[in-house]
C-alpha cells in the first residue's frame, strides 16, 4: 500500500503561541459554576494560559535535530513553577524514574513518534527529527497541557475536576500534532481554518491511542481525553469525534457544545472563533471514513487527512478546502472514483459540507 511522505517544501506558518488541550469554554464554565476552589484553579489556568499565548518559538533548528528514524526524549520536572524546562528526570535510554506523570508523558511522546515515523514515515514533529522534550508539574493545580512550539507541557490538574494531563495518551498526540501542522500546512488558528487545525489534533491523537492499544476503527471509543476527569464529573472525555456535543454534560463543566454538523455551527466571538467547538463537524467526517473503509484508521483514513495535510491544504483552508482536499488525496492515494475517495465524498457530505 502507498505510504505518504511528508513534504519537505517550505510552507506559510499558522499563528504561532500556545495550544491548549482543554478548551476555553470548559474553564469559563468553571470559572462561573464551581466551587471557590474550582473557580481559583480554572482563572489561574484561564491567566497562566493568556500569559503564555502570543509567545512565538521557533521549531527545529540543528540543535535539535536527531538522526533519522531515531527517538530522542527528554522529560522534565517544573517542580510546579513556570520556569520551562525545569530539572531533567529522564532521557533516551533510561529507566522509568517512578514518577507516574514523567514516565507516562516519556511513554507517550515514544507513542507519537513512532505513530509518525511508522505510519508516515515522518522525522519527528519537523519532519527533520526535531528532539521531543516534555515538562510536568507545571505550575499548581494547573488543568491543562500545551504544545508552546518547542515542547510539550503538562499540570496536574486539581484532583476534584481534573487528573493529571499525561494519563491520556491522546492529549500527547494532539498536542504534538500541532507542531506537525505549523509545518505543514499552517493552519491560522482562527475560524474555519483553526478549528481544522483542532480537528487534526484530535484526529492524529486519536490514531497515536488507535495504534498503542492496537485497534481497528470499529473498535476505537473516538474520544479525546479519555480518563482525564475525575469521577466527580459527569462526562467520559473532552470531546467525542463519533458523536460530538455528548462528551460531557455536568453542573460545573456545562454541556458538550460541539455540533457534528454544519447546520451547528457556530460563529464565536471567543475561543478564536470557536476553534474548540466547531472542530466537531471535521472530527465526525473523518470517524465516518475511517468506520467506512474498516481496518485500522491509520492505514487509509489517516494516510488520506496526512497527504492532505502535506500537500493540499493551506494556511487559510475551509472546510469546504478540506472536504476537497481530502477527496483529492484519496483519489491520488488509491485511485480516481475508488471506494476511499467515495467514502471521503460522502462522509464530508453527511455533516453538511
Known sequence: MYRAVGAGSP????????????????????????????????????????QLRG????LGGLALSTPTGEKRRTVYDAQHGTILPGRRIRSEGDKPCGDPAADEAFEALGATYDLYWSAFKRKS??????????????????????????????GDGDGE??????????????????????HEAGLVYAGQPGALNESISDVFGSLVKQRK????????????????????????????????????????LGKDPQPGHMKGYRELSYDNGGVHINSGIPNRAFYLTAIALKGRAW???????????????????????????????????????????????????????
Request: proline fraction near 3%; hydrophobic fraction near 40%; charged fraction near 25%.
Open 11 to 50: 510552507r506559510p506558518q499558522g499563528l504561532g503561541g500556545v495550544f491548549c488541550i482543554v478548551p476555553p469554554h470548559i474553564l469559563r464554565e468553571v470559572s462561573q459554576r464551581g466551587s471557590p476552589a474550582q473557580r481559583g484553579w480554572a482563572l489561574n489556568t484561564l491567566a497562566i494560559s493568556e
Open 55 to 58: 509567545r512565538r518559538s521557533v
Open 125 to 154: 514533529v519537523d519532519n527533520r527529527g526535531l528532539r521531543l522534550d516534555g515538562s510536568v508539574h507545571y505550575s499548581d493545580s494547573y488543568d491543562n497541557a500545551f504544545w508552546d512550539g518547542s515542547q510539550m507541557v503538562f
Open 161 to 182: 475536576l481534573f487528573h493529571r494531563f499525561t494519563l491520556s495518551v491522546d492529549v500527547i498526540g494532539h498536542e504534538l500534532t500541532h507542531g506537525v501542522t505549523q
Open 213 to 252: 492499544l492496537k485497534q481497528d476503527a470499529k473498535d476505537a471509543d473516538w474520544l479525546i481525553g479519555q480518563g482525564l476527569f475525575t469521577k466527580q464529573v459527569k462526562g467520559v472525555a473532552l470531546r467525542s469525534m463519533k458523536a460530538p456535543g455528548t462528551a460531557y454534560d455536568d453542573p460545573v
Open 299 to 353: 492505514e487509509k483514513a489517516g494516510q488520506i487527512w496526512y497527504h492532505a495535510l502535506c500537500y493540499r491544504l493551506r494556511r487559510d483552508s475551509s472546510f469546504s478546502d478540506a472536504a476537497k482536499g481530502t477527496a483529492q488525496s484519496a483519489a491520488e492515494l488509491f485511485g480516481s472514483a475508488s471506494q476511499e475517495q467515495k467514502a471521503v465524498e460522502m462522509s464530508w457530505k453527511e455533516v453538511g459540507v
